[in-house]
């Protein structure tokens, strides 16, 4: 018989969205951030530039949701599109206003990660990490 409380898409579920409203409720409240255009700040900051559909790739987040949080950044002046170097797709890249956005939520960030693995050892938090790839790993077909 199916379980819920031991059924694994389930518990994920449920962690996955207990750690997203954590945090979704500290970039709304400071920042007016979504959680996509966080994940779309993140991205564009980690690798300099970014197309949208290399933004879909690194966030998992559908077409749709990527094109709307990037419509929204570019809106509130964190994000500007520019001509890729093939010239038939647009790059995305933080203006200096998302930079200093991003500068300042990463801190805070990594603050509230901290707070959620504070009950797990240095050793735990490694193989919480090598587990979540491999699960993730299992997953794709």
């Given at each position: 018989?199916?379980?819920?409380?031991?059924?694994?898409?389930?518990?994920?579920?449920?962690?996955?969205?207990?750690?997203?409203d954590?945090v979704?409720?500290?970039?709304?409240?400071?920042?007016?951030?979504?959680?996509?255009?966080?994940?779309?700040?993140?991205?564009?900051?980690?690798?300099?530039?970014?197309?949208?559909?290399?933004?879909?790739?690194?966030?998992?987040?559908?077409?749709?949701?990527?094109?709307?949080?990037?419509?929204?950044?570019?809106?509130?002046?964190?994000?500007?599109?520019?001509?890729?170097?093939?010239?038939?797709?647009?790059?995305l890249?933080?203006?200096?206003?998302?930079?200093?956005?991003?500068?300042?939520?990463?801190?805070?960030?990594?603050?509230?990660?901290?707070?959620?693995?504070?009950?797990?050892?240095?050793?735990?938090?490694?193989?919480?990490?090598?587990?979540?790839?491999?699960?993730?790993?299992?997953?794709?077909?």
């Open positions: 018989m199916l379980r819920l409380r031991h059924f694994l898409p389930y518990r994920l579920s449920l962690a996955s969205n207990a750690v997203s954590r979704a409720n500290v970039y709304q409240a400071r920042f007016g951030l979504k959680i996509p255009e966080w994940r779309v700040i993140a991205v564009v900051a980690e690798q300099a530039h970014a197309t949208q559909a290399a933004l879909v790739a690194a966030t998992q987040m559908d077409k749709m949701t990527v094109s709307r949080a990037v419509a929204a950044l570019v809106e509130r002046g964190l994000l500007a599109r520019a001509r890729a170097s093939d010239r038939r797709t647009l790059e890249a933080l203006t200096a206003e998302g930079e200093a956005l991003y500068a300042e939520i990463a801190p805070l960030a990594l603050g509230i990660e901290a707070e959620l693995l504070k009950g797990f050892s240095p050793a735990e938090r490694t193989q919480l990490m090598a587990l979540l790839e491999r699960l993730e790993a299992c997953a794709i077909p």
